[in-house]
């Protein structure tokens, strides 16, 4: 399984875009690229997945770089309720199905 | 439509004792994943059942068992429990296995005493 590198935390202020960076320079072609988050005392909540071009759902953008090596989630307009640990994985759709979570990027967000 | 729900939401239980804790999936949803999740180790998966069979299984040891009913509702059991298996049990469901999207529940935090 690829391994990701992600920021172990930043900061942003609120109704700001963020940007959150994920490398994963060992990801294989067939690896899609999921991103989940986790809300203080939850469970993890899906947020987006692609695999090689650009997504969009109403929760976030996925961007994509054209080696694959690395991918950017995108909250357009980050809100208090965003605050969250977001997890990067690469997955291959057809594997034997375990997500593999890394310590992610808790996102902090300053009113 | 309901989400997942476990059960129960907190627990506490003293070393060597056995636990079993237990999933309802979102319905129609026939796979059912296991997590254990700690501040030291983070997330990591224990077992993913579907159609009342283990499909996958972690590393870790064979304290750790679970079952799917027909129903699709899950239960993991730890027995002999350690110290160090006081965590937040995740459970996750996915319409069948393979899917990328999983739903989680809000975990059962289990300590250990």
């Known amino acids: 399984d690829a391994k990701t590198t992600q920021p172990n935390s930043m900061e942003s202020n609120e109704e700001e875009p963020v940007h959150l960076p994920c490398n994963h320079s060992t990801i294989s072609g067939t690896d899609y690229i999921h991103w989940y988050r986790q809300l203080p005392s939850q469970g993890p909540e899906y947020v987006i997945h692609?695999?090689?071009?650009?997504v969009n759902n109403r929760m976030a953008s996925l961007a994509i770089a054209e080696d694959r090596k690395s991918s950017t989630l995108i909250l357009h307009r980050a809100t208090l309720r965003d605050a969250a640990v977001y997890y990067c994985i690469p997955r291959r759709l057809d594997s034997n199905y375990q997500l593999i979570w890394g310590a992610g990027t808790k996102l902090i967000i300053k009113p | 439509k309901a989400g997942v729900t476990q059960t129960p939401r907190y627990l506490i239980k003293t070393r060597g004792q056995q636990v079993t804790l237990s999933c309802s999936p979102i319905s129609g949803h026939r796979s059912v994943s296991w997590y254990q999740q700690t501040p030291g180790q983070g997330l990591q998966f224990l077992f993913e059942y579907f159609s009342e069979t283990q499909r996958n299984k972690g590393n870790f040891p064979g304290r750790f068992s679970g079952r799917q009913f027909s129903n699709s509702r899950s239960e993991m059991n730890v027995s002999t429990l350690e110290l160090g298996d006081s965590a937040l049990y995740l459970c996750a469901s996915s319409l069948v296995e393979g899917i990328e999207t999983q739903y989680f529940g809000p975990g059962t935090r289990l300590l250990v005493l």
């Open positions: 692609g695999l090689t071009s650009n």
